[in-house]
């Protein structure tokens, strides 16, 4: 696959096949992803990958946690709000996603059950985290996205399917104990991987872009 191709037909998977994917297969995937760009080559990026009955048990923490109504306390803060053209967006995937399989995500019940299909990884058999240290600056997190990305990229170049995931990192300290991560590490994102189960309805939403003329402006 070229890389256009692979970057316009990336898309997030949330049901997944129940086979396992190789070890070499996924440290080929953070081979490729290593050599991406960061600032001044400082390489800010820590990955933990989990298989298995370790993934399986951290699912039960995170619902339990969940339940029990602990509050939320990612290392890095949720928006509190948007800004136009972002909000406009966002409502059109609620949208999207309420047309295309009746899930409301504007309802509060319904997130809480978003959460728990997250926290259950949407039944991969692995779960990525993405850490690096909390003293490390907003380029820093910079780079860790386009880390990310391309993990995401290399992954769907070989077959297998991922979404990125913020809710997974809702209870950050809980994670870091869980894994004996310093608490010093910032958990940026949580990322599911496997093989795509791409006869899911789950899998049935394509999302939508902006216009490139409302994005971009050439001066000459
Ligand atoms: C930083 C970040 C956090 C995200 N968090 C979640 C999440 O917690 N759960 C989820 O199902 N999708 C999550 N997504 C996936 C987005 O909803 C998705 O990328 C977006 O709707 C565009 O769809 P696409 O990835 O299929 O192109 C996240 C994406 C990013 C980049």
Same mark, same amino acid.
């Given at each position: 696959?070229?890389?256009?191709?692979?970057?316009?037909?990336?898309?997030?998977?949330? $049901?997944? *096949?129940?086979?396992?994917? /190789?070890?070499?297969?996924?440290?080929?995937?953070?081979?490729?992803? &290593?050599?991406? #760009?960061?600032?001044?080559? @400082? %390489? #800010?990026?820590?990955?933990?990958?989990?298989?298995?009955? $370790?993934?399986?048990?951290?699912?039960? *923490?995170?619902?339990?946690?969940?339940?029990?109504?602990?509050?939320?306390?990612?290392?890095?803060?949720? /928006?509190?709000?948007? #800004?136009?053209?972002?909000?406009?967006?966002?409502?059109?995937?609620?949208? %999207?996603?309420?047309?295309?399989?009746?899930?409301?995500?504007?309802? /509060?019940?319904?997130?809480?059950?978003? &959460? $728990?299909?997250?926290?259950?990884?949407?039944?991969? /058999?692995?779960?990525?985290?993405?850490? %690096?240290?909390? @003293?490390?600056?907003?380029?820093?997190?910079?780079?860790?996205?386009?880390?990310?990305?391309?993990?995401?990229?290399?992954?769907?170049? &070989?077959?297998?399917?991922?979404?990125?995931?913020?809710?997974?990192?809702?209870?950050?300290?809980?994670? $870091?104990?869980?894994?004996?991560?310093?608490?010093? *590490?910032?958990?940026?994102?949580?990322? @599911?991987?496997?093989?795509?189960?791409?006869?899911?309805?789950?899998?049935?939403?394509?999302?939508?872009?902006?216009?490139?003329?409302?994005?971009?402006?050439?001066?000459?």
């Amino acid at each position: 696959m070229d890389a256009l191709t692979c970057i316009k037909t990336r898309m997030s998977i949330r $049901k997944f *096949k129940t086979e396992t994917v /190789p070890a070499n297969v996924l440290t080929e995937i953070i081979d490729t992803a &290593k050599w991406s #760009p960061s600032y001044k080559n @400082s %390489q #800010p990026w820590e990955i933990i990958i989990l298989s298995g009955e $370790k993934k399986k048990a951290l699912s039960r *923490k995170l619902v339990e946690l969940l339940e029990n109504n602990v509050p939320p306390c990612p290392d890095l803060a949720p /928006p509190e709000s948007w #800004p136009e053209p972002e909000n406009n967006r966002i409502n059109l995937l609620y949208q %999207q996603r309420f047309e295309a399989s009746g899930i409301d995500l504007k309802d /509060p019940g319904v997130i809480q059950q978003a &959460k $728990k299909v997250n926290f259950n990884f949407y039944g991969a /058999p692995h779960a990525i985290y993405l850490l %690096q240290d909390k @003293s490390l600056s907003q380029w820093s997190l910079f780079d860790l996205g386009l880390f990310a990305q391309s993990l995401m990229l290399a992954a769907h170049a &070989k077959g297998l399917g991922t979404v990125p995931q913020a809710f997974v990192t809702d209870y950050a300290e809980d994670v $870091k104990n869980f894994l004996d991560i310093p608490t010093d *590490k910032r958990l940026v994102l949580g990322i @599911s991987i496997g093989y795509p189960d791409l006869d899911s309805p789950a899998n049935g939403l394509r999302t939508t872009r902006e216009e490139t003329d409302n994005i971009l402006t050439f001066f000459e």
